[in-house]
């Protein structure tokens, strides 16, 4: 048995929380007591929950791993993952979900779900693993990024829709219009520069894209993730298909609320190169206050660890896109709590309680009794400079390098277990 005492919770209340084995027994008043964990000043809330990562296994195990990436997690507060399937093999059959299975299970410290690959061709296996408890969702990638998934035809888009609602499977899409990408490439008639980078993937190339799977996921009625929006006026296209009764989830990562183009004209500016890019200044205060406003569903590290020497590369299609994040996502988004911007109870929603109810993790997201005791506690009034060299990730570096934040997690705990202490 394991007791928090006299520990704020998500309403401002102050309690006492017992958890019996891997449950949370009871929330309830505070009574003075030598034993157990003291929460004087500090903020419990549920485990984060990060629906986007990619912990590179396997096949680019010298970026990331399951017991690297997962340190990083710990470290960020972070519980659950879902990892995308964009590896070397890509996770495309009921095969390759059990051999990754058996590397998960041997050396994560986390608890995983995985988003299934999608191809021209493996309609069948997308049945085979629908009903399998550790599959969250189908990943589409329309556009191309990292990996070898790209699905630009119309009539394999409704069909693999199609088979998702037929099955009860979300699907979450990478969201840019590959073909309008190839159309502003070759009108540049030159080798691209990092500079050239948002113009490539610009505001359209993303709104384009939200406005064709909307419509296919109105013609299919499969529920629709949409992975990174970068830009508020994608936003606004998906808020008006949820206005209408469309189950449309939106999801934004911190790097697009908190960073802007500037940074790719840094003399650095190769390792802010990202997959939908950095936005305009102006883009990225209104997206920020999007999140602040409800408008968004989660908040999605989108942890694509790359290595600085992959990063360092001169050519421009020689740089992979991809930052770090999971480690950094807590801290920044309640960075926003301590602005005074976005409430506590809003700050769970977007980290934890959203995920659970969209992807039907009955267990979490919530403190009360009955429910999964994977909790964080969190300083709200520590202030941290973030830095390369605290990093757990294997790639040994952060976009946020030299940003300051307030709320720093300082315990986590899964299934009733203490497993990350400062």
Known sequence: MLKIKNVQLPDGNRADIIIEGSKIKSVGEVIPSEEGIDGAGLIVIPGVIDPHVHFRIPGGVHKE????????????????????????????TRERLEEKREIVSATSKIQARFWFGTTNNNLDEIVAVSQEPDIIGVK???????GDLLITEEKDLKRIFSVCAENNLVVGVHPEDEILMRTKRS??????????H????????????????????????????????????????????????????????????????????????????????LRTPKQVVRLCEYVCRGYVDTI?????????????KE???DIPSGVPGVETLLPIIFNLVAEGKLTLESFVNLTSANAA??????????IEP?????????????????????????????????????????????????????
Request: glycine content about 8%; hydrophobic content about 35%.
């Open 357 to 366: 109810k969209i992807f039907g993790l009955s267990s979490k997201g919530k």
């Open 65 to 92: 791993d399951w017991e690297t990436g997962s340190a990083a997690a710990l470290r960020g507060g972070v519980t659950t993952v879902f990892d995308m399937p964009n590896t070397w093999p890509p996770l495309t």
């Open 140 to 146: 589409v990638f329309m556009g191309s990024s990292t």
């Open 187 to 196: 009108s540049l008639k030159r080798n691209p520069q990092i500079s050239d």
């Open 370 to 422: 009955g429910y999964d005791a994977d909790l964080v506690l969190i300083d709200p009034n520590q202030t941290i400079t973030i830095r390369n060299s605290d990093m757990a990730s294997k790639c040994g570096w952060t976009p946020y390098d030299g940003m300051t934040v307030k709320g720093i997690p300082k315990i986590t705990i899964i299934g009733g277990t203490v497993v990350m202490s400062r």
């Open 198 to 277: 948002n113009w490539l993937r610009d505001t359209e190339v993303e709104v384009s894209a939200v406005r064709s799977v909307i419509s296919l996921a109105r013609e299919t009625g499969c529920r629709l993730y949409l992975c990174h929006l970068s830009v508020p006026e994608a936003v606004e296209i998906a808020l008006r298909a949820k206005e209408s009764g469309y189950p449309v989830f939106i999801e934004v990562t911190p790097h697009h609320i908190t960073l802007d183009e500037s940074q790719l004209q840094r003399n650095n500016g190769r390792y802010f190169k990202t997959n939908p890019p």
């Open 315 to 317: 050519k421009y299609d």
């Open 300 to 312: 999605g590290s989108d942890h694509a660890p790359h290595t600085r020497e992959e990063k360092q």
